[in-house]
T-cell receptor, first 110, second 113 residues
Framework: GQQVMQIPQYQHVQEGEDFTTYCNSS?????IQWYKQRPGGHPVFLIQ?????EVKKQKRLTFQFGEAKKNSSLHITATQTTDVGTYFC??????????FGTGTSLTVIP | DSGVTQTPKHLITATGQRVTLRCSPR?????VYWYQQSLDQGLQFLIQ???????AKGNILERFSAQQFPDLHSELNLSSLELGDSALYFC????????????FGDGTRLSIL
């Protein structure tokens, strides 16, 4: 079955440091989505990547899709306390089943 | 505000009971998804409906069932509840389905005593 590994599981950073989370799939993906869930909140869609090697930026956030379309990364430059939350990658398999990665919980220390 | 409405926000019940969770999707969205989020299992996809029809099924137990009505709202029915069913249940909706972004409701927190 589909496996979506996300690393690290937890990350503590000092405010101003950079942060990266990685998402790895056991199969080739047609696309990948990223979501953010604040503590006590619900997942919120951030972005979708479709093309091999695609890179998209949203202010301090940079999203990348691997050349083989089996992995993706989310990089945050100069973290702020507002970045706190759990970041999930998500994908759809050929059977239309939706899988969320295990998530990376980010804590930003002021 | 995502535009997705879930009721109730909290539900406390006992083992063996049955409950119904309700979801109203964003205006114009045809697809509804149900997820279970617990501390040790992460976010698990349960089932998806598109315009009233079941589109995809994930890790949904036989004790659970769902449906989407003609007005596009959806209900998730959980029966013969067990302690392990305690979790946060999210509903999400999207315009069509498949690879489109999903918009989540605030969830229903279910506690089984």
């Amino acid at each position: 079955g589909q496996q979506v590994m996300q690393i690290p599981q937890y990350q503590h950073v000092q405010e101003g440091e950079d942060f990266t989370t990685y998402c790895n799939s056991s199969t080739t993906l047609s696309n990948i989505q990223w979501y953010k869930q604040r503590p006590g909140g619900h997942p919120v869609f951030l972005i979708q990547l479709v093309k091999s090697g695609e890179v998209k930026k949203q202010k301090r956030l940079t999203f990348q899709f691997g050349e083989a379309k089996k992995n993706s990364s989310l990089h945050i430059t100069a973290t702020q306390t507002t970045d706190v939350g759990t970041y999930f990658c998500a994908l759809t398999n050929t059977g239309n089943q939706f899988y969320f990665g295990t998530g990376t919980s980010l804590t930003v220390i002021p | 505000d995502s535009g997705v409405t879930q009721t109730p926000k909290h539900l406390i019940t006992a083992t063996g009971q049955r409950v119904t969770l309700r979801c109203s999707p964003r205006s114009g969205d045809l697809s509804v998804y149900w997820y279970q989020q617990s501390l040790d299992q992460g976010l698990q996809f349960l089932i998806q409906y598109y315009n009233g029809e079941e589109r995809a099924k994930g890790n949904i137990l036989e004790r659970f069932s769902a449906q989407q009505f003609p007005d596009l709202h959806s209900e998730l029915n959980l029966s013969s509840l067990e302690l392990g069913d305690s979790a946060l249940y999210f509903c999400a909706s999207s315009r069509q389905g498949g690879d489109q972004p999903q918009h989540f409701g605030d969830g229903t927190r279910l506690s089984i005593l």
